[in-house]
Protein backbone atom coordinates (compact mmCIF):
# COMPACT_ATOMS: atom_id res chain seq x y z
CA UNK A 1 0.00 0.00 0.00
CA UNK A 2 1.42 3.80 -1.24
CA UNK A 3 0.49 6.35 1.57
CA UNK A 4 1.43 9.43 -0.39
CA UNK A 5 0.58 13.37 1.36
CA UNK A 6 1.50 15.25 -1.62
CA UNK A 7 -0.90 16.23 -5.00
CA UNK A 8 1.94 15.09 -7.15
CA UNK A 9 2.48 12.30 -5.42
CA UNK A 10 -1.02 11.16 -5.72
CA UNK A 11 -1.81 12.58 -9.19
CA UNK A 12 1.85 10.57 -10.45
CA UNK A 13 0.58 7.52 -8.65
CA UNK A 14 -3.04 6.97 -9.95
CA UNK A 15 -1.72 7.64 -13.32
CA UNK A 16 0.92 5.08 -13.13
CA UNK A 17 -1.82 2.75 -11.87
CA UNK A 18 -3.47 3.53 -15.44
CA UNK A 19 -0.38 2.74 -17.24
CA UNK A 20 0.07 -0.42 -15.75
CA UNK A 21 -3.40 -0.71 -18.03
CA UNK A 22 -5.70 -0.38 -14.49
CA UNK A 23 -8.90 0.84 -13.59
CA UNK A 24 -8.57 3.20 -10.39
CA UNK A 25 -11.42 3.32 -8.27
CA UNK A 26 -11.55 6.30 -5.68
CA UNK A 27 -13.16 6.21 -2.04
CA UNK A 28 -13.13 9.68 -0.75
CA UNK A 29 -13.50 9.28 3.03
CA UNK A 30 -13.03 11.67 5.89
CA UNK A 31 -11.34 9.04 7.64
CA UNK A 32 -12.42 7.47 10.90
CA UNK A 33 -13.36 4.75 8.87
CA UNK A 34 -15.66 1.89 9.47
CA UNK A 35 -17.91 -1.02 7.81
CA UNK A 36 -19.55 1.25 5.44
CA UNK A 37 -16.74 2.79 4.31
CA UNK A 38 -14.52 -0.74 3.92
CA UNK A 39 -18.21 -1.91 1.84
CA UNK A 40 -17.22 0.68 -0.20
CA UNK A 41 -14.03 -0.47 -0.90
CA UNK A 42 -14.41 -3.88 -1.71
CA UNK A 43 -17.08 -2.82 -4.15
CA UNK A 44 -14.49 -0.80 -5.75
CA UNK A 45 -11.92 -3.78 -5.70
CA UNK A 46 -14.61 -5.64 -7.31
CA UNK A 47 -15.58 -3.40 -10.14
CA UNK A 48 -11.29 -2.01 -10.21
CA UNK A 49 -7.78 -3.52 -10.25
CA UNK A 50 -7.18 -0.75 -7.97
CA UNK A 51 -8.54 0.79 -4.82
CA UNK A 52 -7.75 4.72 -3.83
CA UNK A 53 -8.84 6.02 -1.00
CA UNK A 54 -9.01 9.34 0.57
CA UNK A 55 -8.26 10.68 4.23
CA UNK A 56 -9.11 14.06 4.98
CA UNK A 57 -11.01 15.77 6.98
CA UNK A 58 -12.04 18.96 5.10
CA UNK A 59 -12.49 21.91 7.13
CA UNK A 60 -15.12 23.64 5.00
CA UNK A 61 -17.35 21.36 5.19
CA UNK A 62 -17.73 22.13 9.05
CA UNK A 63 -20.38 25.11 9.69
CA UNK A 64 -19.78 27.62 12.36
CA UNK A 65 -21.37 26.16 15.40
CA UNK A 66 -19.56 22.67 14.40
CA UNK A 67 -16.71 20.80 15.89
CA UNK A 68 -13.84 20.55 13.30
CA UNK A 69 -11.26 19.81 15.95
CA UNK A 70 -12.94 17.47 17.98
CA UNK A 71 -13.44 14.98 14.72
CA UNK A 72 -11.87 11.89 14.85
CA UNK A 73 -8.40 11.31 12.88
CA UNK A 74 -7.33 7.92 13.88
CA UNK A 75 -4.70 7.63 11.07
CA UNK A 76 -3.30 4.39 12.35
CA UNK A 77 -6.05 2.39 12.48
CA UNK A 78 -7.62 3.89 9.16
CA UNK A 79 -3.83 2.66 7.63
CA UNK A 80 -3.92 -0.93 8.83
CA UNK A 81 -7.75 -0.90 8.00
CA UNK A 82 -6.91 0.10 4.23
CA UNK A 83 -3.68 -2.39 4.58
CA UNK A 84 -6.26 -5.53 5.45
CA UNK A 85 -8.85 -4.49 2.58
CA UNK A 86 -5.78 -4.83 0.04
CA UNK A 87 -5.92 -0.62 -0.55
CA UNK A 88 -3.47 -0.01 -3.09
CA UNK A 89 -3.28 3.50 -2.29
CA UNK A 90 -3.90 5.78 0.18
CA UNK A 91 -3.81 9.81 -0.05
CA UNK A 92 -4.07 11.81 3.34
CA UNK A 93 -2.83 15.61 2.66
CA UNK A 94 -2.62 17.55 5.06
CA UNK A 95 -5.43 20.63 5.26
CA UNK A 96 -2.36 23.37 3.35
CA UNK A 97 -1.89 20.97 0.81
CA UNK A 98 -5.35 20.81 -0.12
CA UNK A 99 -6.05 24.41 0.89
CA UNK A 100 -2.82 26.48 0.57
CA UNK A 101 -2.76 30.13 1.41
CA UNK A 102 -3.57 31.31 -2.12
CA UNK A 103 -6.35 29.15 -2.97
CA UNK A 104 -8.72 30.86 -4.73
CA UNK A 105 -11.25 28.86 -6.52
CA UNK A 106 -14.24 27.74 -4.12
CA UNK A 107 -17.26 25.76 -5.85
CA UNK A 108 -21.04 26.55 -5.09
CA UNK A 109 -23.92 24.81 -6.33
CA UNK A 110 -26.43 27.68 -5.59
CA UNK A 111 -29.94 25.53 -6.11
CA UNK A 112 -29.33 23.02 -3.45
CA UNK A 113 -26.96 24.84 -0.99
CA UNK A 114 -29.48 26.35 0.86
CA UNK A 115 -31.78 22.78 1.09
CA UNK A 116 -31.49 19.41 2.84
CA UNK A 117 -29.09 19.55 5.43
CA UNK A 118 -27.32 22.79 4.07
CA UNK A 119 -30.58 24.63 5.51
CA UNK A 120 -28.83 23.99 9.15
CA UNK A 121 -24.97 24.06 8.11
CA UNK A 122 -24.05 26.98 6.32
CA UNK A 123 -21.17 26.57 3.79
CA UNK A 124 -21.46 22.65 3.83
CA UNK A 125 -22.69 22.32 0.41
CA UNK A 126 -19.78 24.20 -0.86
CA UNK A 127 -17.17 23.02 1.64
CA UNK A 128 -18.41 19.58 0.13
CA UNK A 129 -18.50 19.83 -3.64
CA UNK A 130 -15.32 22.43 -3.42
CA UNK A 131 -13.01 18.97 -1.85
CA UNK A 132 -14.43 16.70 -4.20
CA UNK A 133 -14.12 18.53 -7.08
CA UNK A 134 -10.38 18.66 -5.88
CA UNK A 135 -10.53 15.12 -5.02
CA UNK A 136 -11.57 14.42 -8.61
CA UNK A 137 -8.99 17.08 -10.33
CA UNK A 138 -6.14 15.44 -8.13
CA UNK A 139 -6.93 11.25 -8.26
CA UNK A 140 -8.21 10.87 -11.80
CA UNK A 141 -9.88 8.12 -11.13
CA UNK A 142 -11.96 6.06 -13.49
CA UNK A 143 -14.81 5.25 -10.77
CA UNK A 144 -15.90 6.86 -7.40
CA UNK A 145 -17.61 4.92 -4.73
CA UNK A 146 -19.93 6.97 -2.22
CA UNK A 147 -21.63 5.61 0.43
CA UNK A 148 -25.51 5.85 0.59
CA UNK A 149 -25.42 8.46 3.34
CA UNK A 150 -24.02 10.79 0.85
CA UNK A 151 -26.99 10.38 -1.41
CA UNK A 152 -27.23 14.50 -0.56
CA UNK A 153 -23.47 14.50 -2.10
CA UNK A 154 -24.56 12.64 -5.21
CA UNK A 155 -26.89 15.38 -6.12
CA UNK A 156 -25.03 18.14 -6.71
CA UNK A 157 -22.17 16.04 -8.37
Known amino acids: MNLVKGIDEARDAVRRMQ ?3 GRVGLVPTMGALHEGHLSLVRAARERCTAVAVTIFVNPLQFGPNEDFDAYPRPLEADLAACEAEGVDLVFAPPADVMYPTNVLTKVRVSR ?10 PGHFDGVTTVVNKLFNILPADSAFFGEKDLAIHWPL
Open 19 to 21: RAG
Open 112 to 121: ITDVLCGAHR
